[in-house]
Protein backbone atom coordinates (compact mmCIF):
# COMPACT_ATOMS: atom_id res chain seq x y z
CA UNK A 1 0.00 0.00 0.00
CA UNK A 2 1.51 3.22 -0.48
CA UNK A 3 0.72 4.87 3.17
CA UNK A 4 2.80 1.67 4.33
CA UNK A 5 5.47 2.86 1.26
CA UNK A 6 5.15 6.48 3.04
CA UNK A 7 5.17 5.39 6.69
CA UNK A 8 8.88 3.20 5.61
CA UNK A 9 10.60 6.29 4.46
CA UNK A 10 10.29 6.95 7.79
CA UNK A 11 10.88 11.08 9.22
CA UNK A 12 12.85 11.94 5.79
CA UNK A 13 8.92 11.42 4.16
CA UNK A 14 6.97 12.39 7.27
CA UNK A 15 8.35 15.81 8.25
CA UNK A 16 7.85 17.29 4.72
CA UNK A 17 3.98 15.87 4.83
CA UNK A 18 3.52 17.68 8.20
CA UNK A 19 5.25 20.27 7.08
CA UNK A 20 3.25 21.37 4.57
CA UNK A 21 5.76 21.48 2.25
CA UNK A 22 5.96 19.16 -1.24
CA UNK A 23 9.82 18.15 -2.35
CA UNK A 24 8.86 19.32 -5.64
CA UNK A 25 6.69 22.84 -4.38
CA UNK A 26 3.56 21.79 -5.89
CA UNK A 27 0.38 20.54 -3.95
CA UNK A 28 0.74 17.05 -3.27
CA UNK A 29 3.74 16.03 -5.19
CA UNK A 30 6.34 14.87 -3.04
CA UNK A 31 8.22 13.31 -5.04
CA UNK A 32 12.43 13.56 -4.64
CA UNK A 33 13.62 17.32 -5.45
CA UNK A 34 16.15 17.74 -8.00
CA UNK A 35 20.04 18.01 -6.54
CA UNK A 36 21.51 21.22 -5.52
CA UNK A 37 24.89 22.04 -6.95
CA UNK A 38 27.47 19.46 -5.35
CA UNK A 39 25.05 16.75 -5.05
CA UNK A 40 23.09 18.82 -1.65
CA UNK A 41 19.82 17.22 -0.92
CA UNK A 42 18.85 20.35 1.38
CA UNK A 43 15.55 21.64 0.30
CA UNK A 44 15.00 25.16 -0.70
CA UNK A 45 11.09 24.96 -1.36
CA UNK A 46 9.99 27.78 -3.79
CA UNK A 47 5.93 27.65 -3.40
CA UNK A 48 4.05 28.99 -6.52
CA UNK A 49 3.41 33.02 -6.82
CA UNK A 50 6.17 35.17 -7.52
CA UNK A 51 4.95 37.26 -4.46
CA UNK A 52 5.57 34.67 -1.66
CA UNK A 53 8.81 34.65 -0.29
CA UNK A 54 11.40 32.01 -0.31
CA UNK A 55 11.04 29.32 2.44
CA UNK A 56 14.09 27.78 3.49
CA UNK A 57 13.91 24.32 5.63
CA UNK A 58 15.51 24.92 8.93
CA UNK A 59 17.93 22.65 9.65
CA UNK A 60 16.17 20.48 12.39
CA UNK A 61 14.10 19.89 9.31
CA UNK A 62 16.34 19.49 6.63
CA UNK A 63 18.88 17.34 8.52
CA UNK A 64 17.07 14.76 10.12
CA UNK A 65 18.40 11.20 9.26
CA UNK A 66 15.93 9.03 7.13
CA UNK A 67 16.26 6.43 10.30
CA UNK A 68 15.10 8.79 12.48
CA UNK A 69 11.50 6.74 12.94
CA UNK A 70 11.42 3.54 12.86
CA UNK A 71 9.70 1.77 10.06
CA UNK A 72 5.90 0.24 10.71
CA UNK A 73 3.18 -0.03 8.53
CA UNK A 74 0.59 2.46 9.89
CA UNK A 75 0.87 5.73 12.22
CA UNK A 76 -1.83 5.98 14.93
CA UNK A 77 -3.56 9.60 14.63
CA UNK A 78 -2.17 9.94 18.30
CA UNK A 79 1.82 9.10 16.68
CA UNK A 80 1.48 11.33 13.71
CA UNK A 81 0.22 14.38 15.92
CA UNK A 82 3.26 13.20 18.42
CA UNK A 83 5.61 13.62 15.74
CA UNK A 84 3.88 17.02 13.98
CA UNK A 85 4.28 18.81 17.16
CA UNK A 86 7.75 17.90 18.07
CA UNK A 87 8.75 18.53 14.06
CA UNK A 88 6.64 22.52 14.82
CA UNK A 89 7.69 23.05 18.54
CA UNK A 90 11.68 22.06 17.31
CA UNK A 91 11.36 23.96 14.02
CA UNK A 92 10.19 27.39 15.33
CA UNK A 93 11.09 27.95 18.85
CA UNK A 94 9.71 31.15 19.06
CA UNK A 95 7.74 33.53 16.53
CA UNK A 96 6.44 37.22 16.40
CA UNK A 97 3.03 37.54 14.18
CA UNK A 98 0.76 40.47 13.60
CA UNK A 99 -2.36 40.08 12.39
CA UNK A 100 -6.21 40.79 13.16
CA UNK A 101 -8.02 39.58 15.93
CA UNK A 102 -11.30 36.83 15.23
CA UNK A 103 -13.25 35.01 17.42
CA UNK A 104 -12.17 36.00 20.34
CA UNK A 105 -12.97 33.81 23.92
CA UNK A 106 -12.32 34.29 26.85
CA UNK A 107 -13.68 31.88 29.31
CA UNK A 108 -14.19 31.64 32.89
CA UNK A 109 -10.97 30.14 33.42
CA UNK A 110 -9.00 33.50 32.78
CA UNK A 111 -7.37 32.39 29.08
CA UNK A 112 -7.69 34.25 26.28
CA UNK A 113 -8.41 32.37 22.81
CA UNK A 114 -8.79 34.02 19.45
CA UNK A 115 -7.07 33.70 15.80
CA UNK A 116 -5.29 35.77 14.45
CA UNK A 117 -5.78 36.59 10.34
CA UNK A 118 -4.74 38.44 7.24
CA UNK A 119 -6.49 38.85 4.06
CA UNK A 120 -5.21 35.23 3.05
CA UNK A 121 -5.29 32.74 6.21
CA UNK A 122 -5.11 32.89 9.60
CA UNK A 123 -3.83 30.82 13.04
CA UNK A 124 -5.01 30.18 16.04
CA UNK A 125 -4.05 31.34 19.50
CA UNK A 126 -4.25 30.83 23.15
CA UNK A 127 -2.77 33.06 26.07
CA UNK A 128 -3.15 31.59 29.66
CA UNK A 129 -4.22 33.28 32.06
CA UNK A 130 -0.83 33.91 34.22
CA UNK A 131 0.20 36.31 31.26
CA UNK A 132 -3.58 37.45 30.14
CA UNK A 133 -3.28 38.66 33.49
CA UNK A 134 -0.98 41.17 32.84
CA UNK A 135 -2.15 42.77 29.61
CA UNK A 136 -2.38 46.06 29.59
CA UNK A 137 -5.24 46.22 27.54
CA UNK A 138 -8.53 44.49 26.23
CA UNK A 139 -8.74 42.27 23.30
CA UNK A 140 -11.57 42.56 21.07
CA UNK A 141 -12.18 41.60 17.97
CA UNK A 142 -10.80 43.03 14.92
CA UNK A 143 -8.27 44.70 16.80
CA UNK A 144 -4.89 44.52 15.17
CA UNK A 145 -1.98 42.94 17.75
CA UNK A 146 1.19 41.86 17.47
CA UNK A 147 1.93 38.32 19.35
CA UNK A 148 5.00 36.78 20.73
CA UNK A 149 5.14 33.00 21.48
CA UNK A 150 5.82 29.22 20.21
CA UNK A 151 3.93 26.98 17.81
CA UNK A 152 2.91 23.73 18.75
CA UNK A 153 -0.08 21.30 17.89
CA UNK A 154 -2.95 20.49 20.25
CA UNK A 155 -2.71 17.13 19.68
CA UNK A 156 -6.29 16.32 20.91
CA UNK A 157 -7.87 18.21 17.62
CA UNK A 158 -5.04 18.07 15.53
CA UNK A 159 -4.86 22.32 15.61
CA UNK A 160 -1.68 23.81 14.51
CA UNK A 161 -1.71 26.59 17.32
CA UNK A 162 0.70 29.56 18.55
CA UNK A 163 1.36 30.08 22.77
CA UNK A 164 1.68 33.49 23.68
CA UNK A 165 4.20 35.00 25.85
CA UNK A 166 3.05 38.08 25.27
CA UNK A 167 0.64 40.32 23.48
CA UNK A 168 0.27 44.28 22.51
CA UNK A 169 -1.36 46.65 20.64
CA UNK A 170 0.17 46.77 16.84
CA UNK A 171 2.52 49.83 16.97
CA UNK A 172 3.64 49.58 20.55
CA UNK A 173 6.47 47.56 19.50
CA UNK A 174 8.12 50.62 17.57
CA UNK A 175 7.58 52.87 20.50
CA UNK A 176 8.74 50.03 23.01
CA UNK A 177 12.00 50.12 20.92
CA UNK A 178 12.50 54.00 20.57
CA UNK A 179 11.76 54.09 24.61
CA UNK A 180 14.43 51.30 25.13
CA UNK A 181 16.97 53.28 22.56
CA UNK A 182 16.07 56.49 24.54
CA UNK A 183 16.63 54.87 27.77
CA UNK A 184 19.82 53.71 27.14
CA UNK A 185 20.79 57.17 25.63
CA UNK A 186 19.84 59.06 28.76
CA UNK A 187 21.14 56.03 31.28
CA UNK A 188 24.92 56.94 29.18
CA UNK A 189 24.82 60.54 30.23
CA UNK A 190 23.99 59.25 33.84
CA UNK A 191 20.62 60.70 34.18
CA UNK A 192 19.19 57.38 35.87
CA UNK A 193 22.93 57.18 37.94
CA UNK A 194 21.77 56.51 42.01
CA UNK A 195 24.74 58.64 43.17
CA UNK A 196 22.67 61.90 42.18
CA UNK A 197 19.19 61.18 43.47
CA UNK A 198 18.08 62.99 46.64
CA UNK A 199 16.74 61.44 49.87
CA UNK A 200 12.98 62.27 50.34
CA UNK A 201 13.32 64.70 54.05
CA UNK A 202 12.29 62.96 56.81
CA UNK A 203 9.15 65.43 57.33
CA UNK A 204 7.35 67.06 54.82
CA UNK A 205 5.13 69.95 55.05
CA UNK A 206 3.97 71.07 51.42
CA UNK A 207 4.01 68.61 48.96
CA UNK A 208 3.10 69.47 45.10
CA UNK A 209 1.10 67.01 43.13
CA UNK A 210 1.80 67.21 39.39
CA UNK A 211 -1.36 65.18 37.97
CA UNK A 212 -4.28 65.37 36.11
CA UNK A 213 -7.22 66.87 38.58
CA UNK A 214 -9.81 64.33 37.54
CA UNK A 215 -7.89 61.23 37.70
CA UNK A 216 -8.52 58.08 39.84
CA UNK A 217 -4.81 58.50 40.92
CA UNK A 218 -5.22 61.90 42.69
CA UNK A 219 -8.02 60.50 44.74
CA UNK A 220 -6.00 57.76 45.82
CA UNK A 221 -3.45 59.85 46.80
CA UNK A 222 -5.55 62.33 48.54
CA UNK A 223 -6.98 59.87 50.51
CA UNK A 224 -3.88 58.14 51.82
CA UNK A 225 -2.68 61.25 52.56
CA UNK A 226 -5.46 62.97 54.53
CA UNK A 227 -5.81 59.05 56.07
CA UNK A 228 -2.05 59.23 57.08
CA UNK A 229 -1.08 62.79 57.54
CA UNK A 230 -4.00 65.29 57.80
CA UNK A 231 -1.89 68.09 58.78
CA UNK A 232 0.25 68.10 55.72
CA UNK A 233 -0.29 71.15 52.63
CA UNK A 234 -0.94 69.85 49.71
CA UNK A 235 -1.13 71.94 46.51
CA UNK A 236 -2.31 70.18 42.88
CA UNK A 237 -0.26 71.49 40.01
CA UNK A 238 -3.09 70.43 37.37
CA UNK A 239 -1.43 68.71 33.83
CA UNK A 240 -2.43 67.05 31.37
CA UNK A 241 -1.24 63.20 31.59
CA UNK A 242 -1.90 62.14 28.02
CA UNK A 243 -1.60 63.48 24.49
CA UNK A 244 0.52 66.17 22.63
CA UNK A 245 0.28 68.42 25.02
CA UNK A 246 0.88 66.29 28.01
CA UNK A 247 4.55 66.54 28.47
CA UNK A 248 5.38 70.02 28.03
CA UNK A 249 2.45 70.74 30.61
CA UNK A 250 4.25 68.48 32.85
CA UNK A 251 7.67 69.54 32.45
CA UNK A 252 6.34 73.63 32.73
CA UNK A 253 4.33 72.29 35.70
CA UNK A 254 7.20 70.67 37.54
CA UNK A 255 9.50 73.36 36.81
CA UNK A 256 6.98 75.91 39.11
CA UNK A 257 7.22 73.44 41.68
CA UNK A 258 10.86 73.57 41.62
CA UNK A 259 11.53 77.39 41.58
CA UNK A 260 11.06 79.15 45.35
CA UNK A 261 11.79 76.53 47.80
CA UNK A 262 8.18 76.68 48.09
CA UNK A 263 7.99 72.54 48.57
CA UNK A 264 9.37 70.07 50.29
CA UNK A 265 8.72 67.59 47.87
CA UNK A 266 6.77 66.82 44.35
CA UNK A 267 5.50 63.58 43.55
CA UNK A 268 4.65 63.30 39.72
CA UNK A 269 1.60 60.64 39.31
CA UNK A 270 -1.39 59.08 36.85
CA UNK A 271 -3.28 56.19 36.78
CA UNK A 272 -2.26 53.23 34.15
CA UNK A 273 -2.82 52.46 30.66
CA UNK A 274 -1.03 51.38 27.42
CA UNK A 275 2.42 52.06 26.39
CA UNK A 276 1.11 54.96 23.92
CA UNK A 277 -1.16 56.14 27.21
CA UNK A 278 1.62 56.67 29.52
CA UNK A 279 4.10 58.08 26.41
CA UNK A 280 4.32 61.79 27.87
CA UNK A 281 5.91 60.12 30.39
CA UNK A 282 8.79 58.95 27.95
CA UNK A 283 9.28 62.22 27.12
CA UNK A 284 13.25 63.09 26.58
CA UNK A 285 12.56 66.96 28.26
CA UNK A 286 10.28 65.48 30.89
CA UNK A 287 13.63 63.12 31.45
CA UNK A 288 16.29 65.95 31.81
CA UNK A 289 14.16 68.17 33.78
CA UNK A 290 13.74 65.66 36.65
CA UNK A 291 17.07 64.69 36.30
CA UNK A 292 17.92 68.51 37.29
CA UNK A 293 15.85 69.07 39.81
CA UNK A 294 16.38 70.94 43.31
CA UNK A 295 13.62 69.58 45.14
CA UNK A 296 12.89 65.59 45.86
CA UNK A 297 10.61 63.98 43.57
CA UNK A 298 8.56 60.74 43.50
CA UNK A 299 7.23 58.84 40.13
CA UNK A 300 4.33 57.02 40.42
CA UNK A 301 2.67 56.72 37.17
CA UNK A 302 0.49 53.22 36.17
CA UNK A 303 0.40 50.28 37.75
CA UNK A 304 3.54 48.35 39.61
CA UNK A 305 4.09 46.68 36.08
CA UNK A 306 4.64 49.77 33.97
CA UNK A 307 7.90 51.86 33.76
CA UNK A 308 8.56 55.16 32.59
CA UNK A 309 11.62 57.22 31.60
CA UNK A 310 9.92 59.34 34.44
CA UNK A 311 10.46 56.59 37.15
CA UNK A 312 14.00 56.72 36.37
CA UNK A 313 14.80 59.71 36.16
CA UNK A 314 13.16 60.61 39.43
CA UNK A 315 14.64 60.89 43.03
CA UNK A 316 12.28 57.88 43.52
CA UNK A 317 9.85 55.15 42.19
CA UNK A 318 6.68 53.92 43.58
CA UNK A 319 4.49 51.29 42.36
CA UNK A 320 1.56 52.87 42.12
CA UNK A 321 -0.04 56.68 43.41
CA UNK A 322 -1.61 55.09 46.89
CA UNK A 323 2.34 53.66 47.66
CA UNK A 324 3.87 56.98 46.39
CA UNK A 325 1.16 58.95 49.59
CA UNK A 326 2.37 55.99 51.80
CA UNK A 327 6.08 56.74 50.91
CA UNK A 328 5.61 60.76 51.38
CA UNK A 329 4.09 60.87 54.53
CA UNK A 330 4.53 58.93 57.94
CA UNK A 331 1.60 57.21 59.34
CA UNK A 332 -0.21 59.66 61.91
CA UNK A 333 -0.89 56.55 64.42
CA UNK A 334 3.07 55.44 64.31
CA UNK A 335 4.02 59.15 64.86
CA UNK A 336 2.03 59.53 67.72
CA UNK A 337 3.58 56.04 69.43
CA UNK A 338 6.85 57.41 68.48
CA UNK A 339 5.91 60.81 70.64
CA UNK A 340 4.44 58.77 73.67
CA UNK A 341 7.55 56.41 73.32
CA UNK A 342 9.60 59.31 73.93
CA UNK A 343 7.42 60.72 76.34
CA UNK A 344 8.07 57.63 78.83
CA UNK A 345 11.79 57.56 77.93
CA UNK A 346 12.11 61.30 79.03
CA UNK A 347 9.96 60.67 82.43
CA UNK A 348 12.18 57.52 83.13
CA UNK A 349 15.75 59.71 82.67
CA UNK A 350 14.46 62.10 84.79
CA UNK A 351 13.29 60.01 87.05
CA UNK A 352 16.77 58.34 87.00
CA UNK A 353 18.31 61.59 87.51
CA UNK A 354 16.50 63.14 90.51
CA UNK A 355 16.82 59.67 92.18
CA UNK A 356 20.81 59.54 91.30
CA UNK A 357 20.84 63.46 92.53
CA UNK A 358 19.03 62.55 96.11
CA UNK A 359 21.29 59.70 96.42
CA UNK A 360 24.58 61.52 95.93
CA UNK A 361 22.73 64.54 98.35
CA UNK A 362 22.29 61.75 101.26
CA UNK A 363 26.14 60.59 101.32
CA UNK A 364 27.16 64.23 101.42
CA UNK A 365 24.88 64.48 103.80
CA UNK A 366 25.74 61.91 105.85
CA UNK A 367 29.71 62.44 105.24
CA UNK A 368 29.76 66.02 106.81
CA UNK A 369 27.80 64.66 109.74
CA UNK A 370 30.64 61.99 110.34
CA UNK A 371 33.32 64.90 110.03
CA UNK A 372 32.22 67.57 112.46
CA UNK A 373 31.91 70.26 109.97
CA UNK A 374 31.37 73.00 112.11
CA UNK A 375 34.48 73.39 113.38
CA UNK A 376 36.30 72.64 110.44
CA UNK A 377 34.54 75.45 108.53
CA UNK A 378 35.60 77.91 111.58
CA UNK A 379 39.12 76.71 111.11
CA UNK A 380 38.40 77.12 106.99
CA UNK A 381 37.20 80.71 107.42
CA UNK A 382 39.89 82.20 109.88
CA UNK A 383 42.40 80.60 107.18
CA UNK A 384 40.46 81.87 104.79
CA UNK A 385 40.45 85.72 105.97
CA UNK A 386 43.92 85.55 106.47
CA UNK A 387 44.99 84.48 102.93
CA UNK A 388 42.39 87.07 101.60
CA UNK A 389 43.95 89.83 103.70
CA UNK A 390 47.32 88.40 102.38
CA UNK A 391 46.21 87.84 98.92
CA UNK A 392 44.64 91.67 98.87
CA UNK A 393 47.66 93.05 99.84
CA UNK A 394 50.06 91.19 97.34
CA UNK A 395 47.53 90.75 94.26
CA UNK A 396 44.59 93.00 95.12
CA UNK A 397 44.00 94.30 92.08
CA UNK A 398 44.06 90.76 89.33
CA UNK A 399 42.19 88.84 92.36
CA UNK A 400 39.62 91.36 91.66
CA UNK A 401 39.17 90.95 88.29
CA UNK A 402 38.86 87.61 88.40
CA UNK A 403 36.43 87.17 91.09
CA UNK A 404 34.46 89.74 88.69
CA UNK A 405 34.85 87.39 85.48
CA UNK A 406 33.93 84.88 88.39
CA UNK A 407 30.71 86.59 88.78
CA UNK A 408 29.97 87.44 85.05
CA UNK A 409 30.67 83.69 84.46
CA UNK A 410 28.39 82.38 87.12
CA UNK A 411 25.66 85.05 86.39
CA UNK A 412 25.63 83.45 82.75
CA UNK A 413 26.03 80.08 84.04
CA UNK A 414 22.57 80.56 86.14
CA UNK A 415 21.31 82.37 83.19
CA UNK A 416 21.59 79.21 80.67
CA UNK A 417 20.40 76.61 83.40
CA UNK A 418 17.43 78.61 83.58
CA UNK A 419 16.77 78.98 80.29
CA UNK A 420 17.75 74.98 79.61
CA UNK A 421 15.06 74.24 82.72
CA UNK A 422 12.26 76.20 80.68
CA UNK A 423 12.80 74.78 77.57
CA UNK A 424 12.76 71.51 79.08
CA UNK A 425 9.81 72.45 81.44
CA UNK A 426 7.86 73.53 78.29
CA UNK A 427 8.68 70.39 75.92
CA UNK A 428 7.54 68.05 78.94
CA UNK A 429 4.41 70.43 79.42
CA UNK A 430 3.86 70.12 75.75
CA UNK A 431 4.17 66.41 75.54
CA UNK A 432 1.74 65.63 78.90
CA UNK A 433 -0.83 68.36 76.47
CA UNK A 434 -0.28 65.43 73.97
CA UNK A 435 -0.73 62.52 76.33
CA UNK A 436 -3.86 64.46 77.31
CA UNK A 437 -5.14 64.82 73.99
CA UNK A 438 -4.81 61.42 73.15
CA UNK A 439 -7.01 59.80 76.26
CA UNK A 440 -9.98 58.36 75.94
CA UNK A 441 -11.51 60.52 79.15
CA UNK A 442 -11.07 63.50 76.29
CA UNK A 443 -12.73 62.11 73.38
CA UNK A 444 -15.42 61.22 76.04
CA UNK A 445 -15.57 64.65 76.93
CA UNK A 446 -16.13 65.72 72.90
CA UNK A 447 -19.42 64.05 73.40
CA UNK A 448 -18.45 60.37 72.83
CA UNK A 449 -19.51 57.20 74.88
CA UNK A 450 -18.25 53.61 75.37
CA UNK A 451 -20.76 51.22 75.70
CA UNK A 452 -20.46 48.03 77.45
CA UNK A 453 -22.68 44.68 78.58
CA UNK A 454 -24.01 45.56 82.32
CA UNK A 455 -23.11 42.43 83.38
CA UNK A 456 -19.75 40.80 81.77
CA UNK A 457 -18.41 44.45 80.86
CA UNK A 458 -17.69 43.78 77.67
CA UNK A 459 -17.07 46.57 75.03
CA UNK A 460 -19.68 46.50 72.27
CA UNK A 461 -18.36 47.47 69.21
CA UNK A 462 -20.72 46.45 66.57
CA UNK A 463 -24.77 46.03 66.49
CA UNK A 464 -24.11 42.29 66.32
CA UNK A 465 -22.55 42.17 69.70
CA UNK A 466 -26.15 43.27 71.38
CA UNK A 467 -29.79 41.76 71.45
CA UNK A 468 -32.71 42.92 71.93
CA UNK A 469 -33.41 43.50 75.53
CA UNK A 470 -30.05 43.55 76.73
CA UNK A 471 -28.77 45.41 79.18
CA UNK A 472 -25.85 48.09 78.59
CA UNK A 473 -23.63 50.60 80.83
CA UNK A 474 -22.96 54.05 78.58
CA UNK A 475 -19.68 55.57 80.15
CA UNK A 476 -20.02 59.33 79.73
CA UNK A 477 -17.08 61.87 80.33
CA UNK A 478 -19.02 62.56 83.86
CA UNK A 479 -20.48 59.53 84.64
CA UNK A 480 -22.17 56.32 83.70
CA UNK A 481 -25.65 55.56 82.73
CA UNK A 482 -27.69 52.17 82.83
CA UNK A 483 -29.37 51.76 79.36
CA UNK A 484 -31.73 48.78 77.72
CA UNK A 485 -31.64 47.88 74.14
CA UNK A 486 -34.75 48.29 72.47
CA UNK A 487 -33.81 47.78 69.05
CA UNK A 488 -31.16 47.12 66.80
CA UNK A 489 -30.96 49.58 63.24
CA UNK A 490 -27.79 48.06 61.16
CA UNK A 491 -26.44 50.25 58.33
Request: charged share 25%.
Amino acid sequence: MRTARAARRGWGAAVEVIAGVSRSGKPGDFSAPPAAPGGSRDAVVQPAGARTPRYTAPPFVRHLPLNAFPPRDLLTPSQLNTLARDLLEGSFPAVTVEGEICNLSRPASGHVYFSLKDARAQVRCALFRPKSQWLRFAPANGMQVVARGRVTLYEARGDYQLILDSLEEAGEGALRRAFEELKARLAAEGLFDEARKRPLPAWIRRLAVVTSPGGAAVRDVMSVLRRRCPLLEVEILPVTVQGATAAGEIVAALEQAYAGGRYDAVLLTRGGGSLEDLWAFNDERLARTLAAATVPTVSAVGHEIDFTLADYAADLRAATPSAAAELLVPDRRALLATLERDARRLQAVLARRLAAAAQRSDHAWLRLRAQRPHARLQRGRQRLEMLERRLEAVREAPLRRRRERLAALATRQEAAIARQLERRGLRVAGLARALEAMSPLAVLGRGYGILSDADSGRVVARTGDVRVGQALRARLADGGLRVRVEGVDPD
